[in-house]
């Protein structure tokens, strides 16, 4: 039995959360929300689990550095200086962080880099994402990772090559590009789609989660998994063998 500690216990994410560590068998040793104390959570647990804000990473993993457990991430909307706030602490504990916690986004990944790697950069690659209205980052972290896996693939920077938030006179797409497209409405939980655009023919490869007990379940594995590991920076890739 693990003992973990949720940081954003109250929120949509948090509440699956509770439930997987019951389903699962393991302890909730307690929540953090806005205004409390990561560090007292910390002290009574042997991992903490955040789905929570951006605002609130240098807390959580001085709590977690403090206490000297190890930490999932899987807050999205990180940037640049997040993401060197991990790989500083990560020097100290085990911290794994992703955008999405799911096993059929991680394995979705794997094949989009996959078929990045296969494809030439004459198949124009987009990714398109939709979620519920109450979501307040875009693009979605999954599509971020997407991105990412699909940069891998093609052995190129990301960054120096996302096209985001086209609108106006864009001019022509820039050859190897890799475009983002992010959509707001009701309840949906998580949809990503990788669109490869070649000449005259389409691939499109997608994951729709029907229901976020899918990333609860995937984090309360990455936690248990977590726990004991040598300090460093982890993936859903490790935990889950692909
Ligand atoms: N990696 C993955 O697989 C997934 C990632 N996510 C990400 O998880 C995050 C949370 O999503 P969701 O649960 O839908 O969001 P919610 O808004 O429903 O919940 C966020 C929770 O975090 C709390 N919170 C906000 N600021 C702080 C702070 N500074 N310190 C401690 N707690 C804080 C909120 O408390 P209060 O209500 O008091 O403000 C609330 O309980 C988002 O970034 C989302 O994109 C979501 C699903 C899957
Ligand atoms: O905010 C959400 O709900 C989700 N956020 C994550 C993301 O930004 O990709 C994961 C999932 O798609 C749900």
Partial sequence: MAHIGII???????????QAIRDAGHDNTGGV???????????QSEV??????????????????????PIVIGTTGLGAEHHAMIDK????????????????????????????????????????????????DAPSGTALLLGEAAAKGRNID????????RDGHTGERKEGAIGFAALRGGTVAGDHSVIFAGN???ITLTHNA?????????????AAWLIGKDAGRYTMQDVLDL
């Fill in 89 to 136: 602490a990560s020097h100290n504990i085990a911290i794994l962080q992703t955008g999405n916690t799911s096993l059929g986004v991680t394995l979705l990944a794997h094949l989009v880099s996959e078929a990045a790697a296969k494809l030439g950069s004459d198949w124009d690659i987009e990714i398109v994402e939709m979620h519920h209205r109450m979501k307040v």
């Fill in 158 to 165: 990301l960054a120096a090559n996302s096209e985001r938030g």
């Fill in 200 to 202: 005259e023919e389409r």
């Fill in 33 to 43: 929300d806005l205004g409390g104390s990561a560090s007292v959570a910390a002290a």
């Fill in 8 to 18: 954003g216990s109250k929120g949509r994410m948090g509440q699956a959360l509770q």
């Fill in 48 to 69: 903490l689990v955040d789905f929570s804000s951006p605002a609130a990473l240098a807390d959580n993993l001085k709590a977690a550095h403090d206490a000297g457990i």
């Fill in 210 to 222: 029907e229901n976020r007990m899918i990333f609860a379940r995937g984090a309360v594995k990455a």
